[in-house]
């Protein structure tokens, strides 16, 4: 939404977004992966994403696949949204969406794709195994020790700031 405002002097004033879409089309961006606290090397990996913007809100999917030289850093695994996400209610409350942690020598972990009120990042959460555990945020050990080959999916739709 855009708001113009003329002054009695003939000034224009333009206030807003001019970036929202109907949602009939998809654009690609580069996001960043980082973690919370040492930072991780994509090195020969693969990481892509694509939004589309219908009004303000922002439906984003980002795929992550690790390769031979990656290395995880240290604390939890975040990816840049290409817009901020507004500020809910809540400070406890989320945006969420479903995420997708494949083992390549082993297992899928379904799991959720979270935006924290106000954040300009997407975390993954899921169970520490298979089958079934608490769960917590994705980092280098979770939910399985990262290696070559493994994959991250991603997809959430929230309202942009």
Do not use: K
Not at 143 to 161: K, M, S
């Amino acid at each position: 939404m855009v708001v113009i405002a003329w002054s009695g002097t003939g000034q224009v004033l333009c206030h807003g977004r001019l970036g929202t879409g109907t949602g009939s089309s998809w654009t690609t961006y580069v996001p960043t992966w980082s973690t919370t606290g040492t930072a991780p090397a994509l090195g020969n990996g693969s990481l892509a994403g694509e939004y589309c913007l219908i009004g303000d809100r922002c439906e984003v999917v980002i795929t992550m696949i690790c390769g031979s030289t990656t290395t995880y850093g240290t604390g939890q695994f975040r990816w840049l949204l290409p817009f901020a996400a507004a500020t809910l209610a809540n400070a406890n409350f989320h945006w969420t969406g479903s995420g997708i942690a494949t083992d390549a020598a082993a297992a899928y972990y379904p799991g959720t794709a979270r935006i924290q009120s106000g954040s300009q990042y997407v975390m993954g959460l899921s169970p520490g195994s298979a089958t079934g555990s608490t769960v917590a945020e994705w980092n280098s050990t979770r939910p399985f020790t990262w290696g070559n080959g493994d994959y991250v999916g991603l997809q959430v739709t929230y309202r942009i700031a």
